[in-house]
Structure formats: C-alpha cells, structure tokens
C-alpha cells in the first residue's frame, strides 16, 4: 500500500480505469492501480477530477489537500462508515475516560520529547538543554496531580514552552528557530514542523477512518480550528518522535538547506522549493518505515505503529481495555 503525492503545482490526478493516473503539463507522470493506493495528498494547486474523486470515497482512500508547501487545508471524509459513534459519544460525555485519555497522551508526550532532547544532546551536552530535560522530569512526576482539561492544557503549554526552548539549542543557528509558532511559518525551522504535522496528521486520520472511528470526538481538543479532534489527540505521542525527530535530522545534516526554501510570500510564511519538497517527503517515507519498539507489538515501522495506537484507542472505547497504552519511546521506558 502506497501514498500517491501530487506536488508539482498544476499537477493532476486522473482515473483511467481501475488505475490512477498523475499528469503535469499534460504528460503523464505516474500511473498505480487503485487497489494498492492507501491515501492520496495533494499540495499547491494541485487538482484531483471527479471520476478520480469517486474512485477514492467508494475504496475509502483518503484524499487531504496542503497548501502553501506545508499548511494543511482540508480533506475528504466519507463520514457514513463510523462504526462506532455510540460508544464514541458515551466515551465523550464520560469524563473519568477523557482525563485517563489525555493524561496517559501527555505522558507519552512528556516522555518522547524528553527522549529526543536527550538524544540530541547527547554530543554537545548544553547545561540549558539538560536543565530542561530535568525540567521536564519534574512535570513528568507532577502530571498525575492535573485532575481537569484546563490544567491539562495549561500543563501542556508550560512543558511545550520548555521543551521547544531547548530545541532551538540543537538546531543549526542559521535557521533561527526561536520557538514554536503553528499560526504562520514566518521561520524555516517551523515550516519543516507545520509539513511534518500535517503529513502526520494525513496519515493518522487515514487510519482513525480505516477502523470506522469518528474523527469528530476528542478528548484533549474538542474543537479544533480545521483539524479533526481526535486525530489531534492521538497526534501528541508521535510529534517527537516522528516529526520533529525527522525535522531535527534533515536541518543537522545539512539534508535541508537554508537555500531550499521559496522568498517569503505575501503574509511573510516560508515553504520549500517543489524540489526539495519532494526530499523532504522522500525522507517522511523513510521516517514511517524506520523501525521502534512497540509496547506489544516488538519491532515494528512507525507506520504500522499508527494502526496500532489506533486500534489501542478502539479497544478503550468499546470497553474492551481500561488503560490506553500511548506510545513510549524505547529509550524513555529504560531511563524513567
């Protein structure tokens, strides 16, 4: 199974048959079958015709659209096969469920991102790196005194300030990360972080969709400006050690220049040329088949991890396990 990009603008996704096909400049560029296409993303002004479009919703392959090189706009949702709603909605309005749900996700979350500073710093040893890695082991030891969703959010904004601190120390000082900004990528370094997001996003939606959950129903975020609450919570485990694991390579080894991206346009935001776009998603599919070692499950690519976590979440809103198990990095579990 296989992701179809489109990302030269102008691009277009045809259906020939039981085949899909991608055309620019009217030659053809790529032709698979159908049957073994998994999700189809689509970036700037690129198009997707409607025999190609039903094609997709009748096989149940997602189709997300990202603009701008990296910010994601929108995707299609075939919103008739949730097969779950009812547990859904009783897990919703259950909130002893909801908080088990977001503290053991900001868990995960604590504990890969912390692994990924250690990582990094690993060489260079900066004091103020360290000193947020043991920062971040406080909150980790306090986490389980957040008993609401406020102090849940407020737990999460006061660990992502420190950690996102401490990352600009191990990134090249060319790029000139200062902190996380999700509004606009008026900086290298958050452009990388809102494609990866999104890319990671795209992926995990595919799955919440291929299991008959409904997107709609969070737990941590319950509204979501043009994101789907549950994709966003089932999102936090995988930040650092998918995305931001993979940004901080490609910027340390000189994969991703600072010649690679595109002058600021209009609003200021910063995007990668169409050719180092497609390295990057090069290096994305090689992040999702590199292997981790899951909880359950051992050795397994990340990609799979996804379907897995996913699956973990089912069997908690179907009753059938009390405890969702986030993923923790290896390293995490051997040093806590």
């Not at 940004?247 to 991206?261: H, R, S």
């Not at 290096?283 to 909880?295: C, G, I, M, P």
Request: net charge neutral; aromatic share 10%.
């Amino acid at each position: 199974m296989i992701t179809l990009y489109a990302t030269e603008p102008g691009s277009i996704v045809h259906l020939d048959g039981s085949h899909f096909q991608v055309f620019f400049l009217e030659k053809l560029c790529c032709k698979v079958a159908a049957v073994k296409v998994k999700q189809i993303i689509l970036f700037d002004w690129c198009d997707i015709t409607a025999p190609a479009i039903k094609c997709a919703i009748a096989r149940s392959i997602p189709v997300g659209f990202i603009a701008d090189g990296g910010r994601y706009v929108a995707r299609l949702h075939d919103g008739g096969k949730c097969l779950h709603l009812s547990r859904q909605k009783q897990c919703f309005g259950d909130a002893e469920f909801q908080l088990a749900i977001v503290e053991s996700l900001l868990r995960a979350k604590l504990h890969n991102s912390r692994v990924l500073l250690m990582q990094l710093n690993s060489r260079r040893n900066c004091k103020i790196v360290g000193k947020a890695i043991d920062s971040l082991a406080y909150l980790l030891e306090a986490l389980p005194a957040v008993t609401t969703r406020k102090g849940f959010w407020q737990f999460e904004a006061a660990s992502a300030r420190i950690y996102f601190q401490a990352l600009s120390y191990l990134l090249p000082a060319a790029f000139n990360f200062q902190g996380r900004s999700a509004d606009l990528a008026g900086d290298r370094i958050n452009s990388l972080l809102n494609l990866g997001y999104a890319l990671l996003s795209q992926n995990l939606y595919a799955c919440v969709q291929k299991f008959g959950l409904n997107p709609d129903f969070g737990n941590l975020h319950h509204t979501c400006f043009n994101h789907t609450p549950l994709v966003c919570d089932l999102m936090e485990q995988f930040r650092a050690p998918i995305v931001e694991a993979l940004v901080a390579d490609l910027v340390n080894q000189n994969c991703i220049k600072i010649g690679d991206f595109l002058p600021p346009d209009e609003r200021g935001g910063l995007y990668l040329h169409p050719q180092a776009l497609q390295e990057f998603l090069l290096h994305w599919e090689t992040k999702l088949q590199s292997f981790a070692t899951h909880l359950y499950a051992g050795q397994v690519s990340y990609r799979h991890c996804l379907e897995l976590q996913v699956k973990e979440y089912l069997a908690c809103v179907k009753g059938e396990q009390d405890v969702y198990r986030s993923l923790l990095c290896q390293e995490a579990i051997a040093r806590l």
